[in-house]
């Protein structure tokens, strides 16, 4: 449970391990690392744009907008706050049938 009463979960890459939840009504938005997300709608629909980025473009200038701040700016708040973020990620080799298993 976050600050603002809110639950994180954290699960593996990939937008299978998170659409459930959007669908389920457990959560609001999910993203992974290839900065692909999904969003509800107001009207609990799920809403997906692509892969690559770009509802999160269309949320930064939102968050802009209607702050009247920079995204960088609250994440500088946050980070003040909470401590700052450390993520490393990790690649393996793996042959065609080690992918298949």
């Not at 980025?53 to 609250?74: R, Y």
């Amino acid at each position: 449970m976050g600050s603002l009463a809110r639950h994180v979960w954290e699960v593996p890459v990939g937008f299978k391990w998170f659409v459930p939840g959007l669908y389920g009504g457990q959560c609001c938005f999910g993203g992974e690392e290839s900065a692909g997300a999904s969003f509800l709608r107001k009207e609990a629909s799920v809403w997906t744009t692509d892969k690559d980025g770009l509802i999160l473009g269309l949320l930064a200038a939102e968050i802009t907008a209607a702050t009247g701040k920079d995204p960088g700016d609250h994440y500088k708040e946050i980070t003040a706050e909470f401590g700052s973020s450390f993520y490393t990620r990790i690649d393996s080799p793996a042959t065609k049938d080690q992918k298949e298993r």
